[in-house]
């Protein structure tokens, strides 16, 4: 019999009532925000030296979208006006040489995993996405006819030529962003489109044979009922996606309905909750498996390799300005905005940047900082942490680390720990949005807290 230890908890239960469900999207640790100027400005070269290269993930970053949709806070700027996407391209060759210079040739550089986010990397035409793939490949040594390369793309820009390029390099998965199959609520999260041409670019995508589709949805908008959200979901499920992504909304500073004053309040937590709950079973009971809070995976899809972009694991390639690199020691970027003046300034000047040799931006990450990240990026999968791998990496066991913070876990039924895994119960899956702040230092929290936005 297995040994478990937990606490017992509805999903109702009173123990949470007081902890707000919606407070954070942990996609990375630590955030951009906490990032600062690194006054030594590190050359690359020192910092890949001692660091394994025999499994890296390569992530290329296109800032570029048709329009700006009033949740988003990427980095991103609404069209390439003068030839910008060429030049774009241009200092992104300019920085792979340099960073694939810097890695170095007395140790095997081979990459396991490659991405295109943004932005919308179809926002590039057919040709320059085969430039792109080519800067992956000639310039960078990744291989992408042999690893899992997922792809972003929107409704308006998943053409049948650009599919068709992606298809033939190698291309194991898209990701499109839907949100929403009802055109009020599409209307009413400032996303402009209509439902055809979204039918149109997921029968496009099919016909194109790329193997993984996912679809992303969004619950908790404006005028969304229980209704309407089993529309979408049903929308969505006709396509049978291998993946599916629930979001709920957020309205951050700086957005196009964070401009507008909408502000998160209790009602609007419940009304959430309701719905990401409805979503998980419906997909459950479609036989789809529940991999985190977000994603979910239809349970006869194959293994795809690296979780999309393997952007919480040390060994990451980032490159374009809004990309992120990771070693053992140092998570290193260029600057970050949200505002779209700051954001077009930031562009300008990595297209006129000739230097790509030292890290400019980023946070170191000692010891406290890994145990941290690994205990947050494993609990907030449904799979849960290896409690025998933690030790054997870190030589000690969570609950000694982090007894503070497992234990209010534990206490508010979110937490449990079966047959050696560390892991969330359904209540904590629910909560992972407020569960993954509570595991930031206090460094990390008081420098995310000092952090201007701009």
Known sequence: MTETTTVTATETTTTTTTVRPYQSYVYAYPHKTAYRPLADRPALRELWADERKDALSLYLHIPFCEVRCGFCNLFTRIGAPDELTTRYLDALERQAMAVRDALGDADPVRFAAAAFGGGTPTYLDAGELERLCDIAEKRMGADLRAVPLSVETSPATATADRLAVLAGRGATRLSIGVQSFVDEESKAAVRPQRRADVEAALGRIRDARIPVLNIDLIYGIDGQTRAS?????????????????????????????????????????????????????????????????????????????????????????????GARSYTSGLHYSFDYAVDMRQIRAIIDDYTRAEDFTRAEVGRRVDRDESRRRHLLQSLLQACGMDVADYRARFGSVPWDDFPTELAAFAERGWLEETGGLLRLTDQGLAYSDALGPELFSPAVRAAMTAYEIK
């Open 229 to 321: 959200w089993r529309r979408s979901l049903d929308a969505a499920l006709a396509w049978r996606p291998e993946e599916l992504y629930l979001y709920p909304l957020y309205v951050r500073p700086l957005t196009g309905l964070g401009r507008l004053g909408v502000d998160a309040d209790a009602a609007w937590d419940e009304q959430r909750l309701a719905l990401y709950r409805q979503g998980r079973d419906h997909l459950l009971a479609h036989g789809y498996e529940q991999v985190s809070m977000r994603m979910f995976r239809r349970a006869d899809t194959p293994a795809q390799g690296a979780d999309d972009y393997a952007c919480q694991t040390d060994g990451m390639i980032g490159l374009g300005c």
